[in-house]
């Protein structure tokens, strides 16, 4: 639950630039990229455990 949300910083950056709405830069674009990154891992690890366990 905790890692689908440390990716919704990532998912209003990206939809808020997509609208149009600002611009974003490199460092924001790393720091959110990373903190999605971190939560897809997560993601993927517990997928990965329920389907061998």
């Known amino acids: 639950m905790i890692a689908a949300l440390i990716t919704i910083p990532t ?3 990206g939809l808020t630039q997509l609208r149009g709405f600002r611009d ?4 924001l674009r790393f ?3 990373l903190i999605a990154g ?13 389907l061998i366990a």
């Not at 971190?38 to 329920?50: D, E, N, Y």
């Open 31 to 33: 720091s959110t990229g």
């Open 38 to 50: 971190l939560g897809l891992g997560i993601i993927v690890k517990a997928i990965k455990w329920f």
């Open 11 to 13: 998912i209003i950056d």
């Open 24 to 27: 974003s830069n490199n460092t």
